[in-house]
């Protein structure tokens, strides 16, 4: 069964910068889409970018200019360049991959940006 194994996540700074990377476990042959989500004490979950197969983005209007998704797909692995963090950034953050009939999360990894 493939999982996804998020790592990256930490404290920082504001200002600062951190990397989240979300790998599959097992092979997938395709991957249609994939996602980063975060959620915040107290909201609901967010989407925060995505990005298509063929490398298409999207941002929320509140991280535009600030982060930047990828994806590699040989080795089923997308990231989060986090840049210039702001204390709203905090949440946990989750992603998630969709191929064929299968849609699955990542556990989550926190993000603490201290001002």
């Known amino acids: 069964q493939v999982q996804l194994v998020e790592s990256g996540g930490g404290l920082v700074q504001a200002g600062g910068s951190l990397r989240l990377s979300c790998a599959a476990s097992g092979s997938i042959s395709s991957i249609n889409y994939m996602a980063w989500y975060r959620q915040a004490p107290g909201k609901e979950r967010e989407l925060v970018a995505r990005i298509t197969s063929g490398g298409g983005t999207d941002y929320t209007e509140s991280v535009k200019g600030r982060f930047t998704i990828s994806r590699d797909n040989a080795k089923n692995t997308m990231y989060l360049q986090m840049n210039s963090l702001k204390s709203e950034d905090t949440a946990v953050y989750y992603c998630?991959?969709?191929?064929?009939?299968?849609?699955?999360w990542g556990q989550g990894t926190q993000v603490t940006v201290s001002s």
């Open positions: 998630q991959f969709i191929w064929s009939t299968s849609n699955i």
